[in-house]
């Protein structure tokens, strides 16, 4: 059973930065593709932020403020945001689709405060 262990999140005031990860707890085959989404106070869960092969995609509304990265070496990925705002608090999920199987964090808060 693959779990993926986030951490990062946190308490920021507006304006400011955060950078979650995402790491495998074992061994696991290379990922398809990996991810972001978030799940806002009483929203559905949205993509944030996606990479798979030579490829990313962000949302639309993030007007460049967040990055992605991956390292293949250790199967890890991670959400560079900046310049945060108070609507991006949520509860953020990593998400790796292994060998045609997704599979998803628990969730790391982050609260922007205004």
């Known amino acids: 059973q693959v779990q993926l262990v986030e951490s990062g999140g946190g308490v920021v005031q507006a304006g400011g930065s955060l950078r979650l990860s995402c790491a495998p707890s074992?061994?696991?085959?290379?990922?398809?593709?990996m991810g972001w989404y978030r799940q806002g106070p009483g929203k559905e869960r949205e993509l944030v932020a996606a990479?798979?092969?030579?490829?990313?995609r962000y949302a639309d509304n993030l007007e460049g403020r967040f990055t992605i990265s991956t390292n293949k070496a250790r199967n890890t990925v991670a959400l560079q945001m900046n310049n945060l705002k108070p609507e991006d608090t949520a509860v953020y999920f990593c998400?790796?689709?292994?060998?045609?199987?997704?599979?998803w964090g628990q969730g790391t808060q982050v609260t922007v405060s205004s």
């Open positions: 990479i798979w092969g030579g490829s990313t």
């Open positions: 998400k790796m689709v292994i060998r045609g199987h997704d599979y």
């Open positions: 074992g061994s696991i085959f290379s990922p398809n593709a």
